[in-house]
């Protein structure tokens, strides 16, 4: 049964740093094409980072620079360091995992991920 339990979100200032994990049971995160996704009130979910199992790495244009999405496959776990935070940042951010990625249009695609966590809130104010 895989489960994934995000951590690491928080209260931030503009310009700070968050680190966000997903920890990961019932599979190996260096085995499944993964990604992290942001929904913030009203708005549609949103994909930021993919990670796909041979380590290709893909961002959606508005964090590059900024994101960097990881995996450790010794601790099971997919990271999304974020820094040089801005308000619009502000989201509930989740990661997911796929054991199944037709395209370059589903790698950020929430539709694409059958398995997600329960989500970690991250606030950023000026």
């Known amino acids: 049964q895989v489960q994934l339990v995000e951590s690491g979100g928080g209260s931030a200032q503009v310009g700070g740093s968050l680190r966000l994990s997903c920890a990961a049971s019932?599979?190996?995160?260096?085995?499944?094409?993964m990604a992290w996704f942001r929904q913030a009130p009203g708005m549609e979910r949103e994909g930021v980072a993919y990670?796909?199992?041979?380590?290709?790495?893909r961002y959606v244009n508005s964090v590059k620079g900024r994101f960097t999405c990881s995996r450790d496959g010794a601790k099971n776990t997919l990271y999304l360091q974020m820094d040089s935070l801005k308000p619009e940042h502000t989201a509930m951010y989740f990661c997911?995992?796929?054991?199944?990625?037709?395209?370059?249009?589903?790698?950020?695609?929430?539709?694409?991920?059958?398995?997600w966590g329960q989500g970690t809130q991250v606030t950023v104010s000026s």
């Open positions: 019932g599979f190996n995160v260096s085995n499944l094409y």
């Open positions: 997911a995992a796929s054991s199944f990625i037709r395209t370059y249009a589903e790698t950020l695609s929430a539709g694409a991920y059958r398995d």
């Open positions: 990670t796909s199992a041979r380590g290709f790495i």
